[in-house]
């Protein structure tokens, strides 16, 4: 009977068992903060590129390009002004994103008379 009263080693059976679900919730939170991190990347570029665009057409495009080469940009003109729309894939190690995409308007820069 005193073999069923042994607790050494219960710790590191505890351990074993919680172990992988703390590394797996910390690795699921730097992806999330990784995704996140992406997307406001994302939003900034084509909101800088859509300013671009609305000061010199054919440049917010080139611009952004520069800015996050894995995106892929394209510029209009729409009832806003220069529109720039972007797209990028967010790449992760867990959770599975797929990509995000943003869209950003700027007022075009009327000519003075």
Do not use: H, Y
């Not at 510029?75 to 729309?85: E, F, H, I, R």
């Amino acid at each position: 009977m005193k073999a069923w009263r042994d607790e050494r080693g219960a710790v590191l059976v505890e351990f074993a068992i919680i172990a992988p679900i703390m590394v797996l919730m910390a690795v699921g939170i730097l992806d999330v903060g990784t995704a996140i991190l992406q997307s406001m990347s994302l939003a900034f570029v084509t909101q800088g590129a859509a300013k671009a665009e609305s000061q010199s057409p054919g440049t917010g495009v080139a611009w952004a390009s520069s800015q996050l080469p894995a995106g892929s940009f394209t510029a209009s003109t729409a009832a806003c002004g220069a529109q720039v729309s972007g797209t990028v894939a967010v790449q992760t190690v867990i959770v599975p994103v797929g990509s995000v995409s943003a869209v950003a308007c700027w007022p075009l820069n009327s000519k003075p008379s």
